[in-house]
């Protein structure tokens, strides 16, 4: 049963810490995506990864850093936690459904994270 | 510019009703089409995927894509109250790796009353 795995469902920080979420996908995927859900928003994309040290930021980067250093594993990173990053953190892989072998995209279930 | 519009809701309907959800999109670029279901406290999980315009039908549920008027619904027969969830449209310019992410709608929040 393919997965993708977020370390942390619940997560409390405060202003400044430096804090770092991680996602484990074992479908060996090369692409992996970071999204935050927030009230009247929906989902928006912060960064993906199509390789091992590859990165692409995506529409709302700022304050946001990520690591990929094994193909199965992709950090997301805030460097100075601030309370306007609080949010649900979800991660994907791959990034669509691959038409042709009809791959389902997967979503973990998501880091609610709250910064103080 | 990347912009999905979506009802947020709530749409209530009693068990057993045909429910229609829609998304407008204005990127003529979108050629994949998604719709996802997200219970609460869960990560979204794809229900139909489609490419270009038609129609695609599994069990209950049935996407429509009409890319002349930027225009896709789904529509769930014999609704349950287990189909109560948020759905969520996504699209894409492209099919699977290298491609940049999915757009997504705010989501509608449907309940079906028992």
């Known amino acids: 049963d393919v997965k993708v795995t977020q370390s942390s469902r619940y997560l409390v920080k405060r202003t400044g810490e430096k804090v770092f979420l991680e996602c484990v996908q074992d479908?060996?995927?090369?692409?992996m995506f970071w999204y935050r859900q927030d009230p009247g928003l929906g989902l928006r994309l912060i960064y993906f990864?199509?390789?091992?040290?590859?990165?692409e930021k995506g529409d709302i980067p700022e304050g946001y850093s990520v690591s990929r250093e094994k193909k199965e594993r992709f950090s997301l990173i805030l460097e100075s936690a601030s309370t306007n990053q609080t949010s649900m953190y979800l991660c994907?892989?791959?990034?669509?459904?691959?038409?042709?072998?009809?791959?389902?995209?997967?979503f973990g279930d998501g880091t609610r994270l709250s910064i103080l | 510019q990347k912009e999905v519009e979506q009802d947020p809701g709530p749409l209530s309907v009693p068990e057993g009703a045909i429910v229609s959800l829609n998304c407008t999109y204005s990127?003529?670029?979108?050629?994949?089409f998604m719709w996802y279901r997200q219970y609460s406290r869960k990560g979204p999980e794809l229900l139909m995927y489609?490419?270009?315009?038609g129609n695609k039908e599994d069990g209950r549920f049935t996407a429509q894509v009409d890319k002349s008027s930027k225009y896709i619904s789904l529509f769930i027969r014999d609704s349950q109250p287990s189909d109560s969830a948020t759905y969520l449209c996504?699209?894409?310019?492209?099919?699977?790796?290298?491609?940049?992410?999915?757009?997504f709608g705010k989501g509608t929040h449907l309940i079906i009353q028992p």
């Open positions: 994907a892989s791959p990034p669509v459904a691959d038409f042709y072998s009809n791959q389902p995209q997967h």
């Open positions: 479908m060996d995927h090369e692409n």
């Open positions: 990864s199509y390789d091992v040290k590859m990165k």
């Open positions: 990127n003529s670029a979108f050629q994949y």
């Open positions: 489609t490419y270009s315009s």
């Open positions: 996504a699209m894409s310019s492209y099919s699977g790796g290298g491609a940049d992410g999915l757009t």
